[in-house]
């Protein structure tokens, strides 16, 4: 099934609509070719309004994808032979039903990892997928959570690992495949 999807993409022009290392890495690992357009949605969806942490993840991914495929669509330079296939990604770490999203700074990323210390927690992926000869209203949609269990972290540990600056731009405050 995913070789069937990835040579189905690999035949259109594929945005990723983020600027996420992360992302561009496993997009490259898939053989993909693919353009970078960061999306401008401000991630400020209020979380209280969805009932689960998947929903608000796919939520946060399709506006992602939304904002760059109305950027792109405006331009006429664009050849329109070739369907667009434009990817949003939302990633959040969920403690306890607490959404935890990128730290606001320093302080902040230190609780979060305190509070994930010796701790088991949920990580959700959200993918929106918006093909443009599909049609807009359409998407694809999906989402994978992971459980993690972080062993016991020690304050001057995730001190050095925030003098890093690793931490500040991922939700949960951690990499996993980081330093």
Not at 9 to 25: F, T, W, Y
Not at 108 to 128: I, P, T
Request: hydrophobic content about 35%.
């Amino acid at each position: 099934m995913l070789t069937t999807a990835l040579n189905h993409l690999r035949r259109h022009n594929v945005i990723l609509a983020s600027q996420s290392p992360r992302r561009m890495e496993l997009l490259h690992h898939c053989g993909l070719t693919f353009e970078v357009i960061p999306s401008t949605f401000e991630e400020n969806l209020p979380k209280e309004q969805f009932p689960t942490p998947d929903l608000y993840v796919i939520e946060n991914a399709k506006q992602k994808a939304l904002d760059v495929l109305k950027r792109v669509s405006r331009n006429k330079n664009r050849d329109d032979d070739h369907a667009l296939v434009v990817i949003g990604c939302d990633t959040v770490v969920v403690l306890d039903g607490e959404i935890l999203e990128k730290p606001k700074d320093e302080d902040d990323a230190f609780n979060m990892l305190s509070k994930l210390s010796d701790r088991s927690h949920e990580v959700y992926s959200g993918v929106a997928l918006f093909t443009t000869k599909r049609g807009n209203d359409n998407p694809l949609l999906f989402f994978e959570k992971t459980l993690l269990v972080f062993g016991r972290l020690e304050p001057e540990d995730i001190r050095a690992y925030i003098a890093t600056g690793e931490p500040m731009d991922k939700a949960g405050s951690y990499g996993l495949q980081g330093k």
